[in-house]
Nanobody, 125 residues
Framework: QVQLVESGGGLVQAGGSLRLSCAAS????????MGWFRQAPGKEREFVAA????????YYADSVKDRFTISRDNAKNTVYLQMNSLKPEDTAVYYC??????????????????WGQGTQVTVSS
């Protein structure tokens, strides 16, 4: 019922920036939380950032706080992840997801019901 498509990934040098976008379509409801996760080769999928429906409350992993910024435009059904000061350890496939707000498990993948196909981010050293 909900389709999510990520874009904006690519190859960037350490210290550079990228902006990821996630466009939602289908029967969407603006009250849902939107999140970004990433998965590097051989590693478990990890939480990156999330944002509530209002766009006022945001959540970040400690590893990206003060470098990444999540935002959303509900009128366009789109969520963004601005990534600055990128490091090689940021290299991963980045996925966007949406689900009902769960304040006790905002960082858990199980909170999210719909997922995009992912976009590759590679940071060279």
């Amino acid at each position: 019922q909900v389709q999510l498509v990520e874009s904006g990934g690519g190859l960037v040098q350490a210290g550079g920036s990228l902006r990821l976008s996630c466009a939602a379509s289908g029967r969407t409801v603006s009250i849902n939380t939107m999140g970004w996760f990433r998965q590097a080769p051989g590693k478990e999928r990890e939480f990156v950032a999330a944002i509530t429906w209002s766009g006022i409350t945001t959540y970040y992993a400690d590893s990206v706080k003060d470098r990444f910024t999540i935002s959303r435009d509900n009128a366009k059904n789109t969520v963004y992840l601005q990534m600055n000061s990128l490091k090689p350890e940021d290299t991963a496939v980045y996925y966007c997801a949406t689900g009902r707000f769960n304040p006790e498990a905002t960082k858990s993948p199980r909170t999210y019901d719909y997922w995009g196909q992912g976009t590759q981010v590679t940071v060279s050293s």
